[in-house]
């Protein structure tokens, strides 16, 4: 059974600095996976989706990297900014109709 | 323009009650699904359907129902409804596994 884990459980940091949020999950044999971002009280929405067979994928100051060999992958966040705040919840598919096992998510917090 | 909406966005309700939650994607995909956020925010599969059928029932109580009309939609019924239930319901989307898109999720409090 695929079980998905976020290292740290939450994160503080002053504005402007680059930080990693880690994502490790236990069955390498995944579909994609995806990174999501959660405003308290409010859905989801996703940021990157990495495939299988790709190494990484990027969206403005997201970056987010896959070993699939390994059995993880980071969320890399440059300069960050107060609106960053949230939490981060990295996914992961084991097949393509099978669904997303998440992990519980790192809080972040970006201060002023 | 809504992707994914689901209605309704809060509900408050008694124990023993019967509620739906509905639920329709804009965005021609394939498969639907519902997961459940529990109060320490984690997230679980409920059920999934492709192309109307039910592809995936993990273990939640026969007490929920689901049920897709046509490909847009899947709704989920909910029968003496209990206090343990209460949690934020989101529905997702997608297209042959390919990204989950969600909706903004359904508040339900049992009292």
């Known amino acids: 059974k695929q079980e998905v884990t976020q290292i740290p459980a939450a994160l503080s940091v002053p504005e402007g600095e680059n930080l990693v949020l880690n994502c490790s999950f236990t069955?390498?044999?995944?579909?994609?996976l995806q990174w999501f971002r959660q405003d308290p009280g409010k859905g989801l929405t996703s940021l990157l989706l990495?495939?299988?067979?790709?190494r990484e994928q990027t969206s403005g100051r997201l970056n987010a990297s896959l070993d699939k060999s390994s059995g993880r992958s980071t969320l890399y966040i440059a300069a960050s900014q107060p609106g960053d705040s949230a939490t981060y919840l990295c996914?992961?598919?084991?097949?393509?109709?099978?669904?997303?096992?998440f992990g519980k998510g790192t809080m972040l917090l970006v201060s002023p | 323009d809504t992707a994914v909406s689901q209605t309704p966005k809060y509900l408050v309700t008694q124990m023993g009650n019967d509620k739906s939650i509905k639920c329709e994607q804009n965005?021609?995909?394939?498969?639907m699904y519902w997961y459940k956020q529990d109060s320490k925010k984690f997230l679980k599969i409920m059920f999934s359907y492709n192309n109307k059928e039910l592809i995936i029932n993990e273990t939640v109580p026969n007490r929920f129902s689901p049920k897709s009309p046509d490909k847009a939609h899947l709704n989920l019924h909910i029968n003496s409804l209990e206090l343990g239930d209460s949690a934020v319901y989101f529905c997702?989307?997608?297209?042959?596994?390919?990204?989950?898109?969600f909706g903004a999720g359904t508040r339900l409090s049992v009292l």
């Open positions: 965005l021609g995909h394939d498969t």
């Open positions: 990495i495939q299988s067979s790709q």
């Open positions: 996914a992961v598919t084991n097949s393509g109709y099978s669904t997303l096992t």
């Open positions: 997702a989307s997608s297209q042959n596994g390919q990204g989950l898109h």
């Open positions: 069955d390498s044999a995944i579909y994609n």
